[in-house]
């Protein structure tokens, strides 16, 4: 897995290429937006079908308790079908 991130002062875009297979991924992803003071997080997924529920769960924190808009990008289909079949339509915006 390689990611790329982008930011400003409000906005960051992480860009996620190759499988998020288990925690050191997700653990990277997490570190890689620690120290970020941001309105808006996009995340773009390129390649997972599947992502792991602990990056879920991170994501949906930083909706709800930290205030954070999150923008979720997938680019392939089953991973879009993945959050609509958990309801995370209500929680992301996804595209």
């Known amino acids: 897995m390689k990611i790329h991130l982008l930011s400003n002062s409000t906005v960051a875009t992480l860009t996620v290429e190759g499988h998020i297979t288990g925690v050191t991924e997700v653990l990277e992803i997490k570190t890689a937006l620690a120290n970020l003071n941001i309105e808006i997080l996009e995340i773009i997924v390129r390649d997972a079908y599947v992502i792991p529920s602990a990056l879920i ?39």
């Open 57 to 95: 769960g991170y994501l949906v924190k930083l909706v709800q308790k930290d205030g954070i808009k999150v923008v979720f990008r997938a680019e392939q289909d089953s991973l879009k079908t993945l959050i609509s079949d958990l309801n995370l339509n209500a929680v992301f915006e996804v595209r």
